[in-house]
């Protein structure tokens, strides 16, 4: 007999109640009702699994809470901005294997030196089964996973990916998360377990309604549904 073990998928998710971490910092405090569009989660967004190339300058940074804590307590992940990830050169030395084979690591003008801006260009089409998940479908036809279950067969093998219904989402393997705890690394948490169900055929997966694909107008009213970070938009 031949058993082939279930792998196991998390949320990629930070400690922000024990370690802060970084916001946004706008060089422009004045209100602005298009700064939304200007956040570094948005163009994220936006750019999907496609590489920002010569249209990316480094992004500044300021603490979370600043003025509010007498000592800043920093950990080696933040994803106040996500799906854009500011890992401490320690965790992107410990997790290269995983990151840079599909993602793009980007500069960032931190308050303290040593840390780096990273985007996981790898989205996964069609691993998702809604049934299973709890999802809000739009109007327009398009959706938006909350909690996810996953096709076991798509996800196979996938390190750290997103997937296009959950566009603020990060996913990682059990191996990812075996490598976090075993450099020792800070601020990580893996307590969500995405479920997973054994893929049923292409006639299953094509059922589901079509992946969210944001405009600026949509990106501006999801929004409210998601942790942004940085300045109120």
Same mark, same amino acid.
């Given at each position: ?9 998390y ?16 060089e ?13 989660s948005?163009?994220?967004i936006? *750019? !999907?699994?496609?590489?920002f190339?010569?249209?990316?300058? +480094?992004?500044? =940074? ?5 003025? /509010? ?34 993602g793009e ?14 985007r996981?260009?790898?989205?996964i089409?069609?691993?998702v089964?809604l049934?299973?998940?709890?999802y ?16 076991e067969?798509?996800? *196979? !093998? ?8 959950? +566009?603020?989402? =990060?996913f990682?393997?059990?191996?990812? /998360?075996?490598a ?13 377990e995405?479920?997973?169900v ?36």
């Open positions: 007999w031949y058993f082939m073990t279930t792998p196991k998928i949320r990629l998710r930070d400690q922000v109640d024990k370690y802060p971490g970084f916001l946004q910092l706008f422009n405090i004045e209100f602005n009702p298009d700064r939304w569009k200007e956040h570094i948005m163009r994220c936006m *750019r !999907g699994p496609l590489p190339n010569g249209e990316y300058k +480094p992004v500044p =940074l300021q603490f979370n809470n600043e003025g /509010k804590r007498k000592k800043f307590v920093l950990s080696d992940i933040c994803l106040n901005m996500d799906p854009f990830v500011i890992f401490s050169e320690k965790a992107r030395k410990a997790l290269e294997a995983f990151l840079s084979p599909v690591f980007l500069e960032v003008i931190a308050p303290v030196p040593g840390y780096i801006g990273y996981v260009l790898v989205q089409d069609n691993c089964d049934e299973k998940s709890d809000t479908k739009y109007d327009n036809g398009n959706i938006w996973v909350r909690k996810p279950t996953m096709y067969a798509k996800v *196979r !093998g996938q390190h750290i990916f997103a997937i296009p219904e959950a +566009p603020t989402d =990060l990682v393997s059990e191996d990812f /998360k075996e976090v705890t075993l450099a020792k690394l800070k601020g990580f948490d893996f307590s969500k995405i479920p997973l054994w893929s049923l055929g292409e006639s299953t997966l094509g059922k589901q309604p079509a992946p969210i694909t944001l405009s600026y107008d949509a990106a501006d009213r999801l929004t409210q549904e998601t942790r942004v970070g940085g300045t109120q938009v």
